[in-house]
């Protein structure tokens, strides 16, 4: 069943993809996974802060073929995410992995030149490659091509042959099915909302708040903390009564400093939760105060018991 699915990559070997820049090799290295790819443009930004800066390219190779070197010692399948249209950098590969006694496949990304040129212009202009070098690098992979047997890798298969969407499809299934608890583990759970509004970084900081007078019915509290900064947050569950749902955070009062009530802005984004904690939501039209409303028309009970800052709160809050 699987020598029928894949005729032409071993279990564990060294994995060249060879095409110019716009073929597609990091699209299709991500089939594999993460930590089985060595991309120079990733060790670039490592090594220089910048994936598309050309002064460190040696260093990132020189890191590259480290990590490449102690891979094959260990005889783990290892993916090379770079050009490799250059006969001497290819042959170096072969070697490392000839001294481990490693197999090796050249994966030709034989994607047309005018393709390439056209990927070329939505990208940022750090990883923007010139039409000349691109045009060079499409020239020396065709060239290439006749010699690859010849310079030591044990198979040599265009891209278009090969079966990589049902491993890569079987892998994201699996990430996904734990994220969910089918898997048997405990998954994400009330998480995967938060996910979804501002993404699997927040997750770390994110604790639900139960118990707290500060939001009521379904809704839910929860606070992002880290070290000395916070920010207070409600799950509404049935928002505007129309059974729809999403997240607000506390913001201090915008129609009185020593209002006692609690004013909530709606965020919808980790944009949204930037803007609140360097202030830049205070002034923000969709807040609206447990004591002042959305701050329209009608008088102001401007003389709210005693004084609740924003501070006071948040000790409330996190009791
Ligand atoms: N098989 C494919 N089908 C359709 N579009 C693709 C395919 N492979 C890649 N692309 C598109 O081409 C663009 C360039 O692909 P990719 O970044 O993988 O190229 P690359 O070979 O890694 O280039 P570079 O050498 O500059 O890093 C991507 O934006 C991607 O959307
Ligand atoms: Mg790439
Ligand atoms: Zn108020």
Redesign the pocket.
């Known amino acids: 069943m699987t020598s029928v699915l894949y005729p032409d990559l071993p279990e564990n070997g060294l994995i060249v993809l060879i095409?110019a820049?716009?073929?597609?090799?990091?699209?299709l290295a991500r089939t594999w996974p993460a930590s089985q790819v060595l991309s120079l443009?990733g060790l670039r930004g490592m090594v220089g802060d910048d994936p598309g800066r050309q002064d460190v390219t040696a260093d990132a190779a020189d890191v590259l073929k480290l990590i490449l070197e102690r891979r094959m010692a260990r005889k783990l399948n290892t993916v090379i995410?770079a050009?490799n249209v250059e006969q001497s950098v290819r042959v170096e590969l072969v070697m490392a992995a000839k001294r481990h006694g490693m197999p090796t496949v050249a994966v030709v990304?034989a994607t047309p030149l005018d393709v390439c040129l056209e990927?070329q212009g939505p990208r940022p202009d750090n990883r923007r490659?010139p039409e000349d070098t691109v045009r060079a690098q499409h020239q020396a992979r065709v060239h290439s091509h006749q010699q690859l047997a010849a310079e030591g890798f044990n198979t040599v298969v265009f891209a278009d042959a090969l079966y990589r969407l049902e491993p890569f499809l079987k892998r994201l299934s699996q990430v996904r099915e734990a994220e969910l608890g089918r898997d048997g583990s405990a998954g994400l759970g009330d998480l995967l909302l938060v996910r979804r509004f501002f993404g699997s970084e927040v997750l770390p900081l994110w604790r639900w708040r139960p118990g707290s007078d500060l939001v009521t019915g379904r809704d839910r509290l929860a606070e992002i903390r880290l070290g000395q900064q916070s920010l207070i947050l409600a799950f509404r569950d049935d928002v505007d009564g129309e059974g729809d749902f999403g997240f607000d955070v506390l913001l201090p009062c915008p129609f009185d400093a020593e209002c006692a009530g609690q004013a909530w802005a709606p965020v919808y984004s980790v944009t949204d939760l930037y803007k609140a904690l360097t202030g830049a939501m205070d002034s923000d039209p969709d807040i609206v105060c447990t004591v002042h409303g959305d701050g329209v028309d009608d008088d102001q009970d401007d003389d709210p018991e005693g004084r609740a800052d924003l501070e006071a709160q948040y000790a409330d809050a996190v009791a």
């Open positions: 095409g820049s716009g073929a597609g090799k990091s699209t443009d995410d050009t990304v990927r490659v």
